[in-house]
């Protein structure tokens, strides 16, 4: 597994963004998968998390309603839409590939794949 993640960038309060983390070595099989953000000064949090078969998913409250997770297994492509963004949104945002589950994993310590982390800073 490599992940690679791209998407980030400058937007206003109130708009989106499509972060994406391909898997550049294929197929993400039956792994966990989650977002995790870090913003200045802060410790890294998850934001969103689903399990292989995207019954099981799991948002922070503070991103709840405005940011959705999903997965397209043919690209081998995970995806995190984000709307409403906020100015507390601005981070490093970082992609993670964990064990095969049908449950979200939430701790970093979980998950044994990172991207590169992309940057998402939104303006008041």
């Known amino acids: 597994v490599q992940l690679q993640a791209s998407g980030g960038g400058l937007v206003q309060a109130g708009g989106s963004l499509k972060l994406s983390c391909v898997n550049i070595e294929g197929s993400f099989g039956r792994s966990a998968l989650g977002w995790f953000r870090q913003a200045p000064g802060k410790e890294r949090e998850i934001v969103a998390a689903i399990g292989w078969n995207l019954l099981s998913s799991y948002y922070a409250d503070s991103v709840k309603g405005r940011f959705t997770i999903s997965r397209d297994m043919a690209k081998n492509t995970i995806y995190l839409h984000m709307n409403s963004l906020k100015p507390e949104d601005t981070a490093v945002y970082y992609c993670?590939?964990?064990?095969?589950?049908?449950?979200?994993?939430?701790?970093?310590?979980?998950?044994?794949?990172w991207g590169q982390g992309t940057q998402v800073t939104v303006s008041s």
């Open positions: 993670a590939a964990g064990p095969d589950s049908r449950k979200y994993k939430l701790r970093e310590s979980e998950y044994d794949y």
